[in-house]
């Protein structure tokens, strides 16, 4: 018999269906047995009457283990008493078809590394199965908007001939007879397309830091989704396509699962007004600064601290959760951020803030040729190895700006979730290769 | 003022604009300039009359370089003679945005190797941005159908913790005080994922082969494209996913992209009837062997001859671009694929052949882990490095199977390329890591 998903039940009261799944939990009492079904879509009560002597159903109900994959078919029944959408299932056959081992290795009370090690019983749960439903629906939307836009889906190389970008943080690979080394973000393979003439660029792939962070927000590799749009009139432009986008997407999100994230992870999902606000760095610093926040170091940026305060005051007064930090220091920016022309000190660039977290890295890059490799010398960049990525800029480049978003920050942020461990289908950290 | 696109400029006839783009070619006559201006959706041609004294568009048309960034404003006309859509601008404003170095480093004669060097200005070629274009509205139909499908968009890692599938292609990373390893396929995750309750995971992503090989068909780095469904009843579900999604695909490419391909690249694209035919493995060898065939090696399997030589018969005898074989030996499969009850010398497998080339591999898997350990035993692989792969397997992990597809030889098929270098964006070999 073909499947019925259990979100269809509704519709086939009366009738005889077949649905696949794991047996969730067991109630095995003197003269009934409960059983619940989960699928990916929801779960039902299974309800059978123990006879004398017992069915092959009820022996099969009493000796299966809980997250055995089975096979249920019986008749669906109104019942208003049943929690489980008000009906239920009365078997008629049970097929067994592929049984697991008890007892289970982990429960709701194992913690987060544990949970990891067993990742895949981990997302049996359907609050931790929702995020990567959400996560289909974030990326489908985002899709949706950058195509609406005009923009090229382009998959950028992870392996890079030089450690241009900054060789600290890299992974080498050995590579035939030579080494390579893995992407840390797409930024010089990105502007090379705009500068072969893609107008819009965009990508949702790997990234890979070799740093041995272990915060919540830090993975040795993450999914980054990484914008480049050619022709801008400035870096308004760039904040425009990400705050629009993310309007979307919070959109599609609510639409379609905000009832499931409200229930399951008790977090509400907001769909910003636009514009979002705009602070500009410098007075953001004079903000806190009156708060008596005191930056530990790189005078100019903002630690941690500085953006929870930053975004809860943003909240306070506005009641809006995102807020762009714009116009940095060029002493905190790479040195192929665009500077201001009246004032060579600050730069065309963004930081956005959700909820007290940083969640993208923006900026207008510096087009020309010349001005370019001034800024690389004046920041002390060995330009030897940038030699192609430099090149690339004496034939034509347009203006063009961008940005780096992390996904699983993203993740993390909008389903109120403690880590990027829990929002990052199998993790990465320093001490984490496996499963 | 605001950009109005190439495409667009029949839509302005009498009005003023601007576009935005490249110098793509300059007539300079004595009493005329000819330009013509490309940008991404097309080209127009500007036509200046020249005065005496010069104008400043005149001096700027006459000094600009072939390929410089330029904006030009001016009106649209009506003009039955020009070739270009039957419209000039005649502009009377030219910015050069960004001017290019001349002269340009290749032509329209440059071998692929030089193009690939400069790659950025080989892209700015109308036939070769197309490629890209087309690229993003197959994934987009991709993802589209695998939505509807009902499918996760799942990001599987690529640093592993060993080197499991097969060590000697892996490329390895030092990897803090250890080493990982790359992944050649998303394969053991996402059946860990089908473990994990996903019902059916879709993943597009970079995957990594350390083999040294040169055809116009392999790459150190390509993008997969990846199906794993959970609850098939046989690997006749996945080849049905796979043709349906490709039907999809050839159908929003030939709508949005036909003319555009016919023009520039010279090839008609077909939309295939459903469903391709099928041919069990050991009539493919039959069929083959009577036309003379010999296969070299790998008893049991084609090579690339062999299916050249396969494709085209069925295009003779059936008109048909696509063939599925199917039923490989199991002992040209690796150990997880699903053996035949009858005949576990034969696999629940299939390959997938487009006009003479491989595009997919794909099977049904072994869910049950004692024949699961069997298998792998009896071919000789060690389990150890599999242990948490095995492992998940114990828990009820339900009837499975999946495919893996090839984005840049899907493109390279679909548009008649000579090479996967032409679709990918910055192709990755054993002897090319730049740009």
Redesign the interface.
Known sequence: MP?TLVKDLAAHIGERVTV?G?INTARLQRKMQFIVL???TGMVQVTNKRTEPPSDVEEALESTSI???VKISGTVLANPVVKLGGLELVPDSVEV?????AP?PINEQTGIDQRLEW??????NPAR?LI??V??TV??AM?EFA?GEG???????????TASESGAEV??????D?F?Y?AQSPQL?KQ??V?????KVFEI??V?R?E?SFTSRHA??F?SIDVELA?IDGVEDVMSFEERMLARVLAAVAEKHGDAIRELLGVEVVVPELPFPRIAMREAIELLTAQGWKPEKNKGDLDPEGERSLSALVRERHGREFVFITDFPASVRPFYHMRHADDPTLTHSFDLLWKGIEITTGAQRE??YDVLVKQAEEKGVDTGPLA??LT????????HGGLGAG?SRILMVMLGLDSIRES???F?G??R???
Chains 1, 2 share one sequence.
């Open positions: 499947r696949y794991w989960r699928d990916h997250e055995s994959a078809v592929n049984a697991a081992v289970l990742r895949f019983l981990d997302l049996r199965h990567f439903d996560q289909t990326e489908e899709r195509y923009a090229t889906e382009l998959h950028t190389p992870k392996f890079m001939g992974f080498k690979v050995k590579y035939f030579r390579a893995l393979y090379m397309a500068s072969g003439g893609i107008d792939g790997p890979f070799a041995p040795t590799e999914i022709w087009h020309r192609s990525y690339s800029f004496r034939y034509g480049t347009p203006p996904l990052t289908f199998l990465r320093p001490t290769l496996e499963p």
